[in-house]
């Protein structure tokens, strides 16, 4: 099962996915606000892939962000009704979030029985709250010390 845009692919992981994602996560700027640092290795970020390809078994709320054949980001559901996503830099503020997230969200309400959906968010990362507000979220409270930078 894949949700198909304009221009992307939302599909669940692969294996072959493996040299793209770490590129995304081993990559400074994609990172900065990220709740982890970087990954140092395309280990480390092979134990996230395969985290990906397992969950995605049971249901597929979590998808990869494919264009043009290559997978660019991530983005979905990746606990009990709390949405994220990433992107690589080169794809910044072009409008693929949004376009991401506007068919994700959707299928999340289909798929599960959240009943609301929820976003964490560094509040220095005015990228993503802008985006988020966009996307009909809003700020609900405020928490300190919830990442590891």
Same mark, same amino acid.
């Given at each position: +099962?894949?949700?198909?845009?304009?221009?992307?692919?939302?599909?669940?992981?692969? *294996?072959? %996915?493996? %040299? %793209?994602?770490?590129?995304?996560?081993?990559?400074?700027?994609? +990172?900065?606000?990220?709740?982890? @640092?970087?990954?140092?290795?395309?280990?480390?970020?092979?134990?996230?892939?395969?985290?990906?390809?397992?969950?995605?078994? *049971? *249901?597929?709320?979590?998808?990869?962000?494919?264009?043009?054949?290559?997978? &660019?980001?991530? @983005?979905? +559901?990746?606990?009990?009704?709390?949405?994220?996503?990433?992107?690589?830099?080169?794809?910044?503020?072009?409008?693929?979030?949004?376009?991401? +997230?506007?068919?994700?969200?959707?299928?999340?309400?289909? @798929?599960?029985?959240?009943?609301?959906?929820?976003? %964490?968010?560094?509040?220095?990362?005015?990228?993503? &709250?802008?985006?988020? &507000?966009?996307?009909?979220?809003?700020?609900?409270?405020?928490?300190?010390?919830?990442?590891?930078?």
């Amino acid at each position: +099962m894949a949700l198909k845009t304009k221009r992307l692919t939302l599909r669940a992981a692969r *294996q072959t %996915d493996l %040299d %793209d994602l770490y590129r995304i996560y081993s990559d400074r700027r994609a +990172m900065q606000y990220w709740s982890t @640092a970087p990954h140092d290795s395309p280990a480390r970020t092979q134990d996230n892939l395969d985290r990906l390809i397992s969950s995605a078994k *049971q *249901q597929l709320l979590y998808f990869v962000i494919e264009k043009d054949g290559k997978v &660019i980001g991530a @983005a979905g +559901m990746h606990q009990a009704y709390e949405v994220g996503f990433l992107l690589h830099p080169d794809y910044w503020r072009q409008g693929i979030v949004t376009e991401a +997230m506007n068919a994700i969200i959707p299928h999340l309400f289909e @798929a599960t029985s959240a009943p609301a959906l929820t976003a %964490d968010v560094d509040p220095r990362n005015a990228a993503s &709250i802008g985006l988020l &507000i966009s996307l009909g979220f809003r700020e609900t409270h405020r928490a300190q010390n919830t990442f590891l930078h």
